[in-house]
Antibody, heavy 120, light 106 residues
Framework: EVQLVESGGGLVQPGRSLKLSCAAS????????MAWVRQAPKKGLEWVAT????????YYPDSVKGRFTISRDNAKSSLYLQMNSLKSEDTATYYC?????????????WGQGTLVTVSS | DTVLTQSPALAVSLGQRVTISCRAS??????MHWYQQKSGQQPKLLIY???NLESGVPSRFSGSGSGTDFTLTIDPVEADDIANYYC?????????FGSGTKLEIK
């Protein structure tokens, strides 16, 4: 059974940093592109980052480019999101997601999410 | 960026057919996916690449469309289908989601 378990969320002050983790199990982690998707309270979904199978390629929207860094450790079946210079608008539940094993596929599996609150 | 437009809400009677639409600001070919998100839960992939049913998803769900206009159909609607439904395109970066359609029961 595919499982994705996020951790590392919490309350953080504006301008500070936070690192999220996602522990994956139930599949061969190194075979899949992985992503982070967030959802602000009572709002819609926003893609945050994607990383290739080896970690050599990463992709971000402009809203987080230069502040967030996605990474992975295939030996540990773990995905990470380093978030720097946090802003109040980064407050959201952050989901770890596994992308489909097809070209331009969707997000086939999601974790339960971890809440990040940016506030002074 | 590719903007995806969805109607905010739809009300439907149980047992009826409902279609949820998603319009893209530019062509996304068939790289459109649909998700269901129930209250307090993570999203769930229902339909991928416009018309392919994800494994384990009931056949009451179907998808169609290409280019800029897409639909998700539920027939018949069951009480368990009360949720928000999101479309998402993966044709080009940045990946974008629609704002969601809330399905309500009449």
């Amino acid at each position: 059974e595919v499982q994705l378990v996020e951790s590392g969320g919490g309350l953080v002050q504006p301008g500070r940093s936070l690192k999220l983790s996602c522990a994956a199990s139930g599949f061969t982690f190194s075979n899949y592109y992985m992503a982070w998707v967030r959802q602000a309270p009572k709002k819609g979904l926003e893609w945050v980052a994607t990383i290739s199978t080896s970690g050599s390629r990463t992709y971000y929207p402009d809203s987080v480019k230069g502040r967030f860094t996605i990474s992975r450790d295939n030996a540990k079946s773990s995905l990470y999101l380093q978030m720097n210079s946090l802003k109040s608008e980064d407050t959201a539940t952050y989901y770890c997601a596994r992308q489909q094993f097809i070209t331009k596929g969707g997000f086939a599996y999601w974790g339960q999410g971890t809440l990040v609150t940016v506030s002074s | 960026d590719t903007v995806l437009t969805q109607s905010p809400a739809l009300a439907v009677s149980l047992g009826q057919r409902v279609t949820i639409s998603c319009r893209a600001s530019k062509s996304v070919s068939t790289y459109m996916h649909w998700y269901q998100q129930k209250s307090g839960q993570q999203p769930k992939l229902l339909i991928y690449s416009a018309s392919n049913l994800e494994s384990g998803v009931p056949s009451r769900f179907s998808g169609s469309g290409s280019g800029t206009d897409f639909t998700l159909t539920i027939d018949p609607v069951e009480a368990d289908d009360i949720a928000n439904y999101y479309c998402q395109q993966s044709n080009e970066l940045p990946f974008t989601f629609g704002s969601g359609t809330k399905l309500e029961i009449k």
